[in-house]
């Protein structure tokens, strides 16, 4: 089971972090993605990270602005979104993987992120 936190409404070229909490085991070992959704749209990778602590970006997305990281003592992924722009105003969605699966195989529940210009 995951669960988001941290959205909120924030201003344009400010930086806000997300939180995605695990509340299984096997955290540790395990790939961590975040993605985000817009209405209309299709569901867009954002930044994963995997069990063995290897962050992959969307460079089209996060543009040197993001950052991913996890701390294994609290099953936490962290997503650090800097300089943030209008078009960044999404769901953001964790979600939880085998590091060789091709799927993810557990979701969150989304978190709102607004970004006002």
């Known amino acids: 089971h995951l669960r988001e936190s941290g959205g909120g409404l924030v201003q344009a070229g400010e930086s806000h972090r997300l939180s995605c909490a695990a509340s299984r085991g096997a955290f540790t070992v395990k790939t961590i993605g975040w993605f985000r959704q817009v209405p209309g749209k299709e569901r867009e990778f954002v930044a994963s990270?995997?069990?063995?602590?290897?962050?992959?970006y969307n460079v089209n997305v996060v543009q040197g602005r993001f950052s991913i990281a996890r701390n294994n003592a609290k099953n936490t992924v962290y997503l650090q979104m800097n300089n943030l722009k209008p078009e960044d105003t999404a769901v953001y969605l964790c979600?939880?993987?085998?590091?060789?699966?091709?799927?993810?195989?557990?979701w969150g529940q989304g978190t709102q992120v607004t970004v006002s210009s």
């Open positions: 990270i995997s069990g063995t602590d290897s962050p992959t």
């Open positions: 979600a939880m993987k085998s590091d060789d699966a091709l799927k993810y195989e557990s």
